[in-house]
């Protein structure tokens, strides 16, 4: 549905080529700090134009703030935010009222509903997601003013064309020798440490490494040349999470996430940590090995896990990889079949993508903000419901949380 969401309830509602799109937010706090610029930044990180590299559709993406908010404050009541279409051209799309676009979502729209957008990706376009982005920016504000919390995602491949982050493995390695090196090198883990917007957006692929980013590039623009596309992966980095985060057993952190960036448009795949690498690994170098930190409290010396443990955070940064398809709309011309079974050739005319990822760094930190402001707030809930009990004294020692040691 269009709902996302247990206390913190996002709803977003429009279409590519209707007059507006946007979200209805229930559940967040009362006081909150909240102005359109916290939302315009990351909207306008999203909007279509930036670069070369993103569909040439002109889209401003202004939000316009409609309810919850006064003098600069929210007010615990639902907030509407709307941001206009304004650069619809629905004559872009009539080859595709005769064929439904290979890979895309019209036959599968028209088989489940039995009626469809009349023209462009209708519900299923990227324009959807800019409700999601708005509402992740005041997820963060709050999340950012309350724990520290950063969000940073970046462009970790294009095509086969990867950032440096995994160790090789040594040459002399068979199948039945056990992997000695690290699964992500050591530059990766300070990168997921230190990474900021800025150096994401010092790039206009947003890969911070240059070298890379310029391959990217050309990688990117050769595709489009070809009327083609291409795809790749996002990285996406959550520091200072608070321990305890998560609904075990259905409901765990990591399922949270996977679902939450596996609805967003064109995904293919998800990891977590050390992901599928770490597979290849055996116990003895998989395990995240405790450690006190400077400030007394249990740490992890490693952290393949990804900050999740349970389904649960366990307060190191998690880190996670989501795979995003080649963008189905190109302009070379394809084999396909009409809707109703004639062969044919579609030639897709609009203006299109070549590769989403650069666009998609946004939309991968607003989901990521969602889902960590969602948990926070049922994780709050319990804990004052808890907090309200006296104090337990029965139990043995074994059984309840130890003080921190400085
Ligand atoms: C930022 C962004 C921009 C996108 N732009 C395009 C595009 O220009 N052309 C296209 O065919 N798909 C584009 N997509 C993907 C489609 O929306 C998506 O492939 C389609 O809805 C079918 O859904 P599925 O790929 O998840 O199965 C984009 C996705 C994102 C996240």
Known sequence: MSTFGTIFRVTTYGESHCASVGAIIDGCPPGLPLEAKDVQTQLSRRRPGQSNLTTPRDEKDLVHLQSGIEHGITLGTPIGLLVKNEDQRPRDYTETDLYPRPSHADWTYLEKYGVKAS???GRSSARETIGRVAAGAIAEKYLKTVYGIEIVA???????????????????????????????????????????????????????????????????????????????TITCVIRNVPSGLGEPVFDKLEAKLAHAMLS???????????????????????????????????????????????????????????????PATISQAQQTAQYDGTPGTL???????????????????AMASLVIMDQVLIQNARKTAASLLPPITTLPPTMVKPPTKN
């Open 119 to 121: 023209s462009g990706g």
């Open 154 to 232: 970046f462009v970790s491949s294009v095509g086969r064309i990867h950032l440096p982050s995994f160790a090789s493995p040594p040459k002399s390695l068979n199948e039945d020798e056990d992997a000695v090196e690290d699964i992500l090198s050591a530059e990766f883990v300070e990168l997921l440490q230190n990474i900021s917007r800025e150096d994401v957006d010092k790039q206009p692929t947003r890969c911070p490494h240059t070298e890379t980013a310029e391959r990217m590039t050309k990688r990117i623009i050769r595709a489009k040349e070809a009327q083609d596309s291409i795809g790749g």
């Open 264 to 326: 967003i448009p064109a995904t293919k795949g998800f990891e977590i940590g050390s992901g599928f690498r770490g597979t290849e690994v055996p116990g003895s170098k998989h395990n995240d090995a405790f450690v006190r930190k400077e400030d007394g409290s249990l740490g992890t010396r490693t952290n393949w896990s990804g900050g999740i443990q349970g389904g649960i955070s366990n307060g190191e940064n998690i880190y996670f990889r989501v795979g995003f398809k080649s």
């Open 347 to 365: 030639a897709a005319r609009g203006r299109h993508d070549p590769c989403v990822v650069p666009r998609a760094v946004p939309i991968v930190e």
